[in-house]
């Protein structure tokens, strides 16, 4: 298990993330910049939509730029399954 501590600042909604990763789960928590407390967070299962999903919830809560940053980090710690899709037949 891997975990880092992002300190953004201003350009999220909360001053500091903190992203663990583990064989089969991502967890993202949000913490308040004075006290270290747990504002909020979420658990993402490594699937086929971990790189979306996480791009869809880290978006809303921070500049691009950074939420690019949290999912390389994930990235480099475990390998993301790419996204399969279904060819239609017509």
Known sequence: MASKMFKIGE?????????TVSKDEVRVEG?????????EGRVFQ?????????DDYLNQK??????EQLIEFVAS??????????????
Not at 11 to 16: A, E, I, N, T
Not at 46 to 54: A, F
Request: no cysteine.
């Open 11 to 19: 350009y999220s909604r909360h001053g500091k993330w903190k992203v």
């Open 31 to 39: 913490m308040n910049w004075n006290t270290g407390d747990v504002m």
């Open 77 to 90: 710690v475990i390998t993301v399954p790419e996204h399969s899709y279904v060819v239609m037949p017509w």
């Open 62 to 67: 921070m500049t691009s730029y950074w939420a």
């Open 46 to 54: 490594v699937t086929e939509r971990l790189r979306r999903d996480l």
